[in-house]
């Protein structure tokens, strides 16, 4: 269906989390704006003055971990100079009136995610992706080890300045809370509730829907083709373990999430032999966002089962995910004023682009 001719204006619901809602308006791509030239990435391989490039090891704070352990690395984790969390100061928690306070405890650390400066997501091999989701996990296991007042950690990636990225040479983080985050609490929240009415996860019946679910919705007044909804639709790439899905509410015109395909709450849980598959899904999920957006800015970030009291018996209900979110617009006041995305480009289209992509 031609969206200029049949612009698409709908709000549509998060089915994980109802309370969250998309405006997808896509006659708003059509509206006069200057044209921006995609932001320039530096894509040299070594910078000498860079402190995360490889022979500056001394200008970083001390290494807590590296892959591999010997030779040179591939791999490397410090801390973070300017953390938004510390474990260096331990007061008690602060309630006056309306305003209450706990101590910013926590780790906030840098994943140093490939010893090449500029090079991106895509174009690292599936081999060195793997590696880097085993550290990721490793970490994590870590952390959660070292302090049971840790409730979340999160690991997340800021890719270009639009993203929130401080510095060029590629890295990832990992920030430690004793919180956890409100977005991953009401995923959980939700899809307990659904588990509890439907008994059967949420997650798993939207990668069903994706991969099996057809229909036609026709107007019924003057009998016109509303929306088709074919199967695989929303499928942007698909491997053995994992699948890459656009969200039918997605927030960002070009969101994608990657979910395993076989039912798992805890990425630290996650099978060794699994990670050649999770590399090549977002290997190739990012190479078609890069192809089709042009120098991609954006986050990504892991989504898993929580730890605490609080968390326990959901195994069953949730199930983790990578989450990718390119940043090609800023919100506006309305989105701000609102809470209510605006997405001008329909996951439907967006989908069909990301898979015509020949890799």
């Not at 699994?274 to 990504?300: H, K, S």
């Amino acid at each position: 269906m031609d969206e200029q001719i049949h612009a698409t204006r709908e709000i549509r619901i998060n089915p994980i989390v109802p309370s969250e809602s998309v405006l997808v308006a896509t006659a708003r791509s059509m509206r006069p704006q200057k044209e921006e030239a995609p932001a320039p990435r530096d894509t040299r391989r070594h910078v000498e003055t860079c402190p995360f490039c490889r022979g500056n090891e001394d200008k970083t704070p001390p290494e807590i971990d590296r892959f591999p352990q010997q030779g040179d690395w591939d791999i490397r984790i410090v801390e973070n100079l300017y953390p938004v969390l510390g474990d260096d100061r331990q007061i008690p928690g602060l309630v006056f009136g309306l305003q209450q306070a706990i101590d910013g405890y926590g780790r906030h650390e840098v994943i140093i995610d490939n010893a090449g400066h500029g090079i991106a997501v895509h174009e690292m091999s599936s081999p060195h992706l793997a590696n880097l989701f085993r550290v990721y996990q490793r970490r994590m296991q870590q952390l959660y080890a070292m302090d049971d007042r840790l409730k979340y950690v999160l690991v997340f990636k800021n890719f270009g300045p639009a993203a929130g990225a401080s510095m060029s040479h590629t890295h990832s983080q990992i920030i430690a809370t004793p919180v956890v985050p409100q977005n991953v609490h009401d995923e959980v929240i939700n899809s307990r509730n659904y588990f509890k009415k439907h008994h059967h996860c949420i997650f798993c019946a939207m990668i069903d829907e994706a991969l099996t679910f057809e229909t036609t919705i026709y107007d019924r007044h003057s009998g016109r083709i509303v929306r088709q909804i074919s199967v695989g639709q929303y499928v942007v790439e698909k491997g053995e373990h994992f699948i890459a899905i656009k969200p039918f509410a997605s927030r960002y015109e070009w969101e994608v999430h990657i979910l395993p395909l076989e039912h798992n709450s805890n990425f630290m849980l996650s099978k060794d032999d699994e990670f050649a598959d999770l590399a090549n899904v977002l290997q190739r999920t990012m190479a078609r966002l890069d192809a089709v957006i042009g120098g991609a800015q954006y986050n990504y970030f892991l989504h898993t089962e929580p730890h605490g009291e609080d968390y326990v018996g959901t195994d069953a209900s949730y199930h983790w995910h990578l989450e990718i979110c390119p940043r090609t617009s800023i919100p506006s006041g309305f989105e701000l004023g609102s809470g209510l995305f605006v997405n001008t480009v329909s996951p439907e289209t967006a989908a069909e682009q990301l898979r015509a992509v020949k890799l």
